[in-house]
């Protein structure tokens, strides 16, 4: 599976931002999903994740309510959308996916995820 990450950019705070990752290969092996973020000297966090099928969606508490994560139907492309951006949402964001399922307490460690895209910059400013 091979993930290529988009969308981000320059925005203020308060702005929103849509980010893709198309994923090409065998993505039917790859059913868990996710966002995780990595801020200038700090840990890659989760941010969000979810299925292919949608089976559920969870969020990191410091983006309940401002972002959404979502996929396509056929399978090849999720997104995330962010809304009500902050400067301390300010990262680089990456696209993950698993060999497997992962079950609900590994859903939001690195180590769980297969497959990673390259990077996408977000820069909130204040």
């Known amino acids: 599976v091979q993930l290529q990450a988009s969308g981000g950019g320059l925005v203020q705070d308060g702005g929103s931002l849509r980010l893709s990752c198309a994923a090409s290969?065998?993505?039917?092996?790859?059913?868990?999903l996710a966002w995780f973020r990595q801020a200038p000297g700090k840990e890659r966090d989760f941010v969000a994740g979810t299925t292919w099928t949608n089976r559920y969606t969870n969020y990191a508490d410091s983006v309940k309510g401002r972002f959404t994560i979502s996929r396509d139907n056929a399978k090849t492309t999720m997104y995330l959308q962010m809304n009500g951006l902050k400067p301390e949402d300010t990262a680089i964001y990456y696209c993950?996916?698993?060999?497997?399922?992962?079950?609900?307490?590994?859903?939001?460690?690195?180590?769980?995820?297969?497959?990673w895209g390259q990077g996408t910059q977000v820069t909130v400013s204040s």
């Open positions: 290969g065998r993505t039917s092996y790859s059913p868990s």
């Open positions: 993950a996916a698993s060999e497997g399922w992962i079950i609900a307490s590994r859903r939001s460690d690195i180590a769980a995820y297969d497959y």
